[in-house]
């Protein structure tokens, strides 16, 4: 099961309660270099009810247990995650 399925089936809206979710991935640049050269290793992901559009973001390393170090970070600008 994936982190998106995990979210979908334990979605509850902190400010209504609704159970419907709508999950976006958004990629980012980071400073220095990955900013210069457009490199988007930052992922978040966005959760939005359906019923009143709230917002939550969700850090996906996070959510899968992942701890990042500078040299995985470098790794996967040059050969992807």
């Known amino acids: 099961m994936s982190i998106k399925d995990i979210i979908e ?3 509850v809206c ?4 609704g159970r419907i979710c709508d ?3 958004v990629s980012m640049t980071g ?3 990955s900013k210069m050269f457009d490199i988007q290793h930052i992922h978040y992901l966005f959760v939005s009810c359906k019923h009143c559009g709230n917002v939550e973001v969700l850090n996906p390393d996070i959510l899968e247990g992942k701890k990042k170090d500078q040299l995985g970070t470098i790794l996967d600008i040059f050969f992807g995650s």
């Open 23 to 25: 999950i976006r991935e």
């Open 31 to 33: 400073a220095g270099l």
């Open 14 to 17: 902190v400010k209504c309660k």
């Open 9 to 11: 089936d334990r979605f």
